[in-house]
């Protein structure tokens, strides 16, 4: 059974800290990893996606992998109110479909 | 440009009774991905089409699960005598690109939210 593992939550950071989530999974196949982002009675929306192993930045977010690891974090620099939802990861084999984690709770309060 | 997009947004059935849900995919994009989310969980996967191609249903649940892309394009995914473990929020992904190198972005519509009674 392939599985993306996060922590549920809720992850509390006071506004304009660094928020860190963090997710691990099993498939070793998996070569595509995404972080969506998803507000309460919406759809997941695409945050950030990651290839190869290392940091990639975009804007206040930065993405994490670790293949040996088998690990992919995501860090929001100065948090916002807004940024507010469950956040969840997602891997794949490329084309293939995606695996998708029960997601990580943020809260960023004032 | 337009996002993907899906109809109904909300539909509420009789236990028994058949429905149809639509996707309408961005524009261009070959591929196309049924999920199906449970509330507090993460979308689990359904089937995925390449074109008009079914490649891979090995995520519906049952054989009262059908999916369809006769044109290559707008996508229906049909539930027949519905019963109440069918209710959660079905989502439509659509991605661009099939060839090595990607990118393999999949970017999702807004869902359809199926309540079962």
């Known amino acids: 059974q392939k599985e993306v593992e996060q922590n549920s939550g809720p992850l509390s950071v006071p506004e304009g800290a660094i928020a860190s989530l963090n997710c691990t999974y099993s498939d070793r196949g998996s070569q595509s990893f995404f972080w969506y982002r998803q507000y309460s009675g919406k759809s997941p929306e695409l945050i950030m996606s990651?290839?190869?192993?290392g940091d990639k930045e975009d804007g206040r977010f930065t993405a994490q992998l670790n293949k040996a690891s088998q690990y992919v974090s995501l860090l929001i620099r100065d948090s916002q109110p807004s940024d507010s939802a469950t956040y969840l990861c997602a891997g794949g084999q490329n084309t293939d479909k995606l695996i998708f984690g029960t997601g990580t709770r943020l809260q960023v309060f004032p | 440009g337009a996002g993907v997009s899906q109809s109904p947004r909300y539909k509420v059935a009789k236990r028994g009774q058949d429905v149809a849900l639509r996707c309408d995919p961005i524009s261009g994009h070959v591929s196309l991905f049924w999920y199906q989310q449970a509330l507090g969980q993460g979308p689990e996967f359904l089937t995925y089409f390449q074109n008009e191609a079914q490649l891979d249903k090995s995520g519906l649940p049952s054989d009262r699960f059908f999916a369809e892309r006769p044109e290559g394009s707008v996508s229906t995914l049909k539930i027949q005598r519905t019963q109440q473990e069918d209710s959660a929020v079905y989502l439509c992904a659509s991605s661009l690109v099939i060839l090595a190198g990607g990118p393999y972005e999949q970017y999702f519509g807004p869902g359809t939210r199926l309540t079962v009674t």
């Open positions: 990651i290839y190869s192993n």
